[in-house]
C-alpha cells in the first residue's frame, strides 16, 4: 500500500511516536494537573515539555503561550472567534480551507464583516490586495501558510508585516506547514498560529495547538475543570489554562511531542528538502503524460508536498477509486473542505485527485504511482 | 504503585485498548470520512463501530445521534450553551463540578437566570426541590448522575420524570457513571447525555462524547471540515457532522470502543458489583480508625466508588502526600473542581482526600490503603 494521503494526516509516523504514547499509556496514564501524586506530575510534566518543544519550533518566547487543543479545526474556531465581534472587520482569502471559511461565515450572519481576497489561478495570494482591502474597523487578518489544495506557499512575512504596519491581528493556518516549513512567530509577526498535531508535526490524531500572543485577549470556547484556582466558579485568566478545560489528551500530546522531537533530530529543513524532492520528482513526471493536468505553481521553492491532478476530464473521484483499488496507492479525491479555493482554480466541478508526500514516502513509490497514472490515462 | 485516582482517569485500561489503539496508529491511521481510500473506509468504519456500541450501551436507537469530542467538558460546554440563551432559566445542583457551574457562570452574565439546588450534607439532591424551582421560562435542568466528591448516585429516573413532565430538557453529566452505572436515555428521560471516554468506559484521554435526542437543535460550538457537503461554506445540518468538525482521534476512538467492548463481556452489572464491594471493604474499615471522616453516603446502594474522608483536621494535600510519598498509594486531594459540593458538604476549607475504585483495584490493595491511613491517623 502506498499512501499519498499526508496532507489529510500524515501516516506512518516514527517509531518513537507510537512507542511514546503506548509508554505514556501504560506507564503514566493519569490525569495531569489534577492531583499531586507521581503519576500525575509525570505526565503533567511531559505535557509541559511537548509545550517547550513546540515554543522551540516556532520561536515562542514562553510556552505557556501554546494551547493545545484536539485539532486545528478547534484551534481556528477559538482563534477566529475569541478574536472577532460584530462590527469588526476580516480579510481572508478565497484558498482557505472550510474550517476557516465555516466559522467566517457564521460570524458574518452575526454582524462581522468579510473580504475574501481572491487567489489567482495557481493559488497565489497577492499581499497587495490585502493591503488595500483594510479599513478603519479591520481587526484580522486570516491566511493559510500553505493551499491544502494547491500547495501553494502564502507570503506569510509580508502579510505578517502589513498587518503589523497597519494594527491589526494576523492569524495563520499553520495546518500543511508546521513540522515542514520554517515558521518563526516573531519574525513572520504572526500573532495567533493553529496547527494541528497528526500532520506535519509527525503526532497522533486528536492533538493540535494554538499560539496566542503575550497581551491577546482571546475569549475562551469552554469552561470547566482546569485543576487551578478551582475555587472560583470563574474561568482563570492565566495562561494555558484558561484555554484547556478538561482532561488532556495526555498520551497523545506526549505522541505530539515527540514527532517534535524527530524533526529536531532529522532537521526541518532536511525533511522539507526531502519533501521537495519527492514533489518535483512527480511533478516533472506526470506533466510528461498526455491528458494530465496539474495545479498550483510548479516550481518546488513555491509549493508544499501537496500536488493535485486531473486526468483529461475523468472524475476524481473514479480515478482515485481506480488507484485505490487497482494500485493500492492512496489518495484524495473531491473537494478537500476547500470550495473557494477549487473555484479559484476552476476545478469546483471536477474536483482534483490530491496527492500528498510525507517524509516516509520514497521516490520509488513515487515512480510507480507516475506510471499507474500513465497506464489509467491510456485506458479512459 | 496503588493507583486509587479512578474518578480523574481510570488507569489502567484493558490491554485490549492499548492494542487497539496501536493497532489503528499503525495498519489504518488515517482521515476517516475525508477520503474514499481502503485505509480512510476503514478507521471510518471503526468509528461508527464505537458509535453503535455507545449506542447500544445508553439505548440510544440511533447511533448518528451520537456525538464524539475530545472530553466531557467539551460535551457539558456543547450541551449547555447549545441550548441556553438569553432569558431561559436553568436549573441545577450545588454538587456539580466546574466543567457545568463555569459554562453556567458565563451563560448567567449573559442574561441566562440561574437557579442552584442545595444538596443536602450527603451530597443528596431532593427532586421536589427541582420541581418547585420550575418557572415558565426553565429550558433545561442539569445534574450530575454521580457526584465526583461524594460519590452521591443521583435520582436521575425521578429528575427525568420531573423535566418530562413539565417539557423541559434534562442533561446529565455522567461523567462519574459511564461504563458502570446503567442509563438508559428513554427510560431516564435523558435529553442529553454527556460522558468522557477515558474514565468508567475505559477507553483512552482525548475522547468523550455527547447524545443529543432527536428533533434536539443544539447550536454547534464549532465549524469547519466535515468531509461532507464540502460545496457548502454553511455547517452542515446533518448528525453527527453538524458537532464534528475537523479531524477524529480515530485511534482514540478506536480504544473507546474496545473499552465499551469489554464492559458489555464483563459485564457492567458485575464491574459496578465488584466497585460496590471493594467501596464497601473500603468504608467499613476507614470507619473504624479513630480521627477518620468519611464524607457521603455509607451504603454503597447510594455511592458509587468515590469516597472522600478527612484525618482529623490535616490538610487533605499533606495527607495525599504522605501516601504518595511513604506509601505509593496515588489519591487525589483538594476540592476537585466541585467548590459549591464542598461548600454544602462543609469541606471547602480543608478539602478532602479522595479515594476512587476502578476494576482493577483489589481488596489487597484496599487493606493496604487502610493500613496506610491507620499509622498516618496514629502519627499526626
Known sequence: MIYFDNAATSFPKPDVVYDSIMKAMKEYGANPGRSGHKLALRIGREIFETRELLAKLFNVGNPMNII??????ESLNLGIKGVLKRGDHVITTSMEHNSVLRPISVLKSQGVEVTIIEGDSMGRIDPSKIKKNIKENTKLIINTHVSNLTGTIMPVKLIGKIAKDNGIYYLVDAAQSAGVYDIDVDEMNI????FPGHKGLLGPQGTGG??????????EMKQ???GSVSHLLEQPEMFPDRYESGTHNGPGIVGLGEGVRYIFKEGIGNIRKYEEELTKHFVEEVLKIDNVKVYGPLDVEERGAVVPINIGNEDSSEISYILDSKYDIEVRPGLHCAPMAHKTIGTFEQGVVRFSFGPFNTHKEIEFAVKAIKEISREI
Open 68 to 73: 493545545f487543543t484536539s485539532n486545528c479545526t
Open 191 to 194: 500573532d495567533i498560529l493553529a
Open 210 to 219: 494554538l499560539y496566542i500572543r503575550d497581551g491577546l485577549n482571546i475569549r
Open 224 to 226: 470547566g475543570g482546569t
